[in-house]
């Protein structure tokens, strides 16, 4: 083996890429040059030396280190970290896995129609919304033909499916029980998440540069709009108050704007970077919010914005969400894991790191079938899954 490669223990090297896992690698694991990089097996435990961040395994085409040795850390290699719970023992156990097919690049965002047990899928990379029966665990419809989709919601009074597409900036509608394409709304560039406001009835997407726009269900045209300083990221509505939280990571802020009048009310700066994902503890009146840089899960007052704690969390979160039933916090990381954290008081602790795989970084809790839904891309690891995790106890 040439000096210029420098040897590198499993652990070392899970934190070099960006993965919690720290075991030794698979018997299984057949590795190949590919650049400049190359792996040993020295007889006592594989060593693995590394210089740039491309390999090869099993023949495939070079990839980047960080995404198959994160996919690695999830189906090569045997462990996890201390404190970590099992998908069997822990807070979230595995139920069911529903393959999507040849889905291939990123996920994004998922909605449910609880009548129909259905839930959509916003398959970014694979231009197209899926459809689960999640009674009958299987795909029914796909609806292809889409722009980068990123959100999507249901609205059920009209009985309406809203895509908003990144690409065009659209959103696109799809009714009924065959969801027909029923239109679409012009908003402007990179349309991204969308809320459903029920009892208003009303559609809310965030696009643009900054951006809220309101949409009517019934006559399936654009109202009005709320002007950000920023891209807008996850966003919340509070039913008790009619504000809406929106996280601007752009302007490293959070927005606080009357859902009623659209007019903003407040600008709460945050220190920390990456603040994309965030959930309303009404229980607790608290604001939380996960940043990624650094990966933490901040707590600020929901009533004028004060950072009250901060909790550690996994990386490159996108997705959060309140068990207000068992006063739990699930975040969801593409790390490779689901961070399950415990309401203590006013304070939050995690209580356990639940594996999943690689990449698989966006969630969704429906408290109302009391599961959480993890959506899984394509990768080495498998093809696109949805992962149905049950809350225990």
């Not at 990839?63 to 807070?91: F, M, R, Y």
């Not at 796909?142 to 059920?156: A, D, H, M, R, W």
């Not at 659209?262 to 996960?290: F, H, T």
């Amino acid at each position: 083996m040439s000096s210029a490669y420098t040897s590198i223990s499993p652990d070392k090297l899970s934190r070099l890429v960006g993965t919690a896992a720290a075991p030794a690698l698979s018997e299984g694991a057949a590795w190949h040059r590919c650049g400049d990089i190359a792996t040993e097996d020295n007889g006592r435990g594989r060593s693995v030396w590394v210089t740039q961040a491309r390999l090869r395994i099993k023949g495939i085409a070079c990839v980047s280190l960080k995404i198959l040795v994160a996919t690695l850390a999830s189906v090569l290699l045997a462990g996890v970290p201390a404190g970590a719970e099992s998908q069997d023992g822990g807070p979230l156990q595995l139920e069911a896995k529903i393959l999507l097919g040849h889905v291939r690049g990123r996920i994004d965002h998922m909605a449910v129609d609880l009548k129909r047990q259905r839930l959509f899928i916003a398959e970014l990379g694979n231009d197209s919304v899926g459809i689960v029966d999640l009674a009958n665990r299987s795909v029914i419809h796909t609806i292809s033909g889409l722009k980068e989709p990123q959100g999507v919601g249901y609205e059920p009074t009209t009985d309406t499916v809203f895509v908003a597409n990144a690409k065009d900036g659209t959103v696109k509608l799809f009714v009924g029980n065959d969801y027909k394409a029923a239109g679409q709304i012009e908003l402007g560039s990179d349309a991204d998440n969308i809320r459903i406001d029920v009892a208003a009835r009303v559609v809310i997407v965030g696009y643009g540069n900054g951006s809220l726009g309101y949409i009517d269900p019934v006559t399936r045209s654009k109202a009005r709009s709320s002007p950000l300083k920023a891209h807008p990221e996850s966003f919340q509505l509070d039913p008790d108050t009619d504000r809406i939280f929106i996280n601007l990571p752009g302007a490293h802020a959070v927005a606080v704007v009357d859902g009623k009048s659209g007019r903003q009310l407040a600008n709460w700066p945050v220190e920390k970077s990456g603040n994309y994902a965030m959930a309303i503890d009404r229980e607790r009146n608290a604001l939380l919010i996960a940043f990624r840089e650094p990966p933490e899960l901040g707590v600020l007052e929901l009533s004028g914005g004060k950072s009250v704690a901060t909790v550690e969390t996994c990386r490159d979160v996108d997705d959060l969400f309140v068990d207000a039933r068992r006063k739990r916090i699930y975040v969801s990381c593409g790390q490779g894991f689901v961070d399950v954290l415990e309401a203590n008081g006013a304070a939050y602790r995690q209580i356990a790191r639940v594996p999943t795989v690689a990449g698989a970084r966006t969630s969704l809790f429906v408290p109302e079938m009391d599961r959480l839904i993890v959506a899984v891309r394509e990768s080495l690891a498998g093809p696109a899954a949805i992962w149905i995790l049950r809350p225990r106890p």
